[in-house]
Every structure is written in C-alpha cells, then in structure tokens.
T-cell receptor, first 116, second 111 residues
Framework: DGGITQSPKYLFRKEGQNVTLSCEQN?????MYWYRQDPGQGLRLIYY???????QKGDIAEGYSVSREKKESFPLTVTSAQKNPTAFYLC???????????????FGDGTRLSIL | GNSVTQMEGPVTLSEEAFLTINCTYT??????LFWYVQYPGEGLQLLLK?????DKGSNKGFEATYRKETTSFHLEKGSVQVSDSAVYFC??????????FGRGTSLIVHP
C-alpha cells in the first residue's frame, strides 16, 4: 500500500542539539510539506517542496531546515535555534503543487518532539 | 489571500445526535474544498471533497455541499457515534500554491 512514513514516532531533544525527523513517501507525489501542530491548534506550515532540489519557506521556517535530494524523501531538521520545539510534526504530500490544484494531501502519522 | 473559517469547538453531542460543523471560505477563482479528520495521536485523513459548485462530497455518513453563493462547505452527519470523536479540519486548494486549512473543530460524542 502506498503512503507516507514518518519516523520516529516519539523524539526527545537535549538543549543545543539538532534533531532530524524522517519523512518518506511511495505515492510518487511531487509536492511535500512539513507542518507543526501545537495542542488545540491548527496546522502551521514550516516548509514545502514542489520538486526535487527545490523547497520554500512556509509561515514558521525559523529554526528549521529541510532538504529534498530524492523525490521520496523530505527530512526536517529542528535546529538548536528553535527555542520552543515541543510540538507534533506532520509531513504531507500531494500529487502536485499548482495554482489550480484540486488534489488532496496525504499525511503521515506524525512525530511528537519533546525537550529533555 | 485565501482563508478558511471554522466554528469554534469543542462540539459536544450525545450519540445519535445530528452534527453540523460550519466552514466558510474566501478564495480567488474556483477552489476545491476538503474535510479532513484527525484522530488522537494520528495524522489527518481525507474525509470527503468537492471540486466545483453544488458538488456534494460524502463518506462514512458525512456529507458536505459546495455552496459558492454562500462560500460555505458545512459538514453534516445525521447520527453521530462515539467513534466519530476527533478533530475535523476544513481546507481548500486553488488560487494559491499552498493548501489553506481552518483551525480545526474538536467533536466529542458521549454514549
């Protein structure tokens, strides 16, 4: 079955440490996204990518970095510059990223990041 | 820019009650509209969608009709179950490169 796999499910970060969240999809989707979700809140877009080797900042990119070296993979690094990283992180993909897209997004099951 | 407004939650109902979750939007052009559901500790799942005016999306007893004249896409279900307890997100695509989500509405169904 095609889908999106996020790992790990739970992650703990020490002060001053960078951590990387994995996101892999086998849906052959061009577009991929990272969202942050805080308790009782909606989704906030961190980064998105339309194609391999290209990505754009979302609304809250500060303290985060991404790469898109392969179509299937879009890892997110939470750097030590992100002072409040405790949240639920969701990766998503869609067939395309276009001005007139009518395609839904597919989501992974998320990674919960906490501070030690 | 695009925006989606959902009713504030939580919505608390007894089992077998009728459900309505309101969603209104602003967008340029002709967006496509979606409802997603998020169960505790999980990602979002597509519940239903509609891609043009007057389309009705339906799935698992849930329905929503794309109303261009009122820019609305309200979610309804005739008889909710405890297992429907979740957070529901209204979203749209089109007129922007990025999908736009509402803030989510929590539904709690009591036996």
């Amino acid at each position: 079955d095609g889908g999106i796999t996020q790992s790990p499910k739970y992650l703990f970060r020490k002060e001053g440490q960078n951590v990387t969240l994995s996101c892999e999809q086998n849906l052959n989707h061009d577009a991929m996204y990272w969202y942050r979700q805080d308790p009782g809140q909606g989704l906030r877009l961190i980064y998105y990518s339309q194609i391999v080797n290209d990505f754009q900042k979302g609304d809250i990119a500060e303290g985060y970095s991404v790469s898109r070296e392969k179509k299937e993979s879009f890892p997110l690094t939470v750097t030590s510059a992100q002072k409040n990283p405790t949240a639920f992180y969701l990766c998503a993909s869609s067939m395309e990223l276009s001005w007139q897209s009518n395609q839904p997004q597919h989501f992974g099951d998320g990674t919960r990041l906490s501070i030690l | 820019g695009n925006s989606v407004t959902q009713m504030e939650g939580p919505v608390t109902l007894s089992e077998e009650a009728f459900l309505t979750i309101n969603c209104t939007y602003t967008a340029t052009g002709y967006p496509s509209l979606f409802w997603y559901v998020q169960y505790p500790g999980e990602g979002l799942q597509l519940l239903l969608k509609a891609t043009k005016a007057d389309d009705k999306g339906s799935n698992k007893g849930f329905e929503a009709t794309y109303r261009k004249e009122t820019t609305s896409f309200h979610l309804e279900k005739g008889s909710v179950q405890v297992s429907d307890s979740a957070v529901y997100f209204c979203a749209l695509t089109g007129g922007s490169y990025i999908p736009t989500f509402g803030r989510g509405t929590s539904l709690i169904v009591h036996p």
